[in-house]
């Protein structure tokens, strides 16, 4: 399996962060992409990709830090895509649950980094909450490369609007939450081949581990469920993800 999108460089991890990736090499786990949202959260990824080559980053800022930390940490971001160090850029995006009152911030920061992922031929990685409108204007003015909605908890008209468009489709362990029977009708259906699985690390631990930090080795029961709701075996929803974030990402495994 290869988690699509962990926070391995989160400040709570510490010293934990070493027996963490122990227990995801023991549930199976081939890769963790790992998503910086501070210049400082991506040289710990760095050098975590050092010691672990099985480790890839991605890097922006978030739309809950565009007004606060856009002009202050893109420069870092943009640096280190160009250096190739970034295997896609984010999450960026729109949130306008908690923070729309800078929805022009936020739209500004997007379009900037739109802009510098087209310029390193690099996929994009978003955040879209309450959002999707202006997401898709966006979207459709000012990017033509290939890009994901992480932790998707759309409705199936968004879904169907994301694959329109060629994009994919990454869910995490909300999609195992009981209430989540929405979230698995659009699991059911998306395309095999637009499909991703993530954790969101150390985020939404799926049921049965819900209220405890959340772990790359987690990967496991947010497949499962998958796996159930598609009708497939758990071997074959492992393997197709697997394939697809490595096509999405340009992963040499």
């Known amino acids: 399996m290869i988690d699509s999108h962990a926070h391995l460089s989160h400040a709570s991890f510490g010293e934990s962060r070493e027996p963490l990736l122990a227990r995801a090499r023991e549930a199976g786990l081939e890769a963790i992409v790992n998503i910086c949202t ?18 890839y ?13 856009g002009a202050l940490h893109f420069e870092a971001f943009a640096a280190h895509a ?9 999450e960026t995006g729109l949130d306008y649950h908690y923070f729309p009152e800078t929805a022009e911030v936020q739209k500004e920061w997007l379009r900037r980094y739109f802009a510098l992922a087209l310029e390193c031929h690099l996929p994009v990685v978003i955040h879209c909450r309450e959002a999707f409108d202006d997401f898709f204007d966006e979207l459709d003015k000012h990017f033509s ?19 329109e468009r060629g994009w994919y489709l990454s869910l995490s362990g909300i999609v195992t939450f009981k209430k989540s029977e929405e979230l698995r009708r659009v699991a059911a259906r998306v395309p095999e081949n637009r499909l991703l699985i993530e954790t969101d690390t150390p ?7 819900r209220g405890r930090p959340n772990e790359p080795a987690y990967l496991l029961e947010i497949a499962k469920c998958v796996a159930e709701v598609r009708g497939v075996s758990l ?9 697809n974030a490595c096509e999405f990402f340009s992963l040499n495994r």
Do not use: M
């Open 203 to 209: 985020y939404l631990a799926p049921t049965p581990y």
């Open 235 to 243: 071997e074959a929803l492992q393997r197709v993800t697997s394939a």
């Open 57 to 69: 980053n991605v890097g922006s800022t978030t739309p809950h830090d565009a007004q606060k930390n």
């Open 82 to 90: 160009r250096a190739g160090d970034l295997v896609a850029v984010g």
């Open 38 to 55: 501070t210049p400082e959260e991506l040289e710990i990824g760095l050098e975590l990709a050092k010691r672990y080559p099985w480790i």
């Open 145 to 163: 490369g290939k890009g994901v909605l992480h932790c998707f908890t759309g409705t199936f008209a968004e879904a169907e609007s994301v694959i």
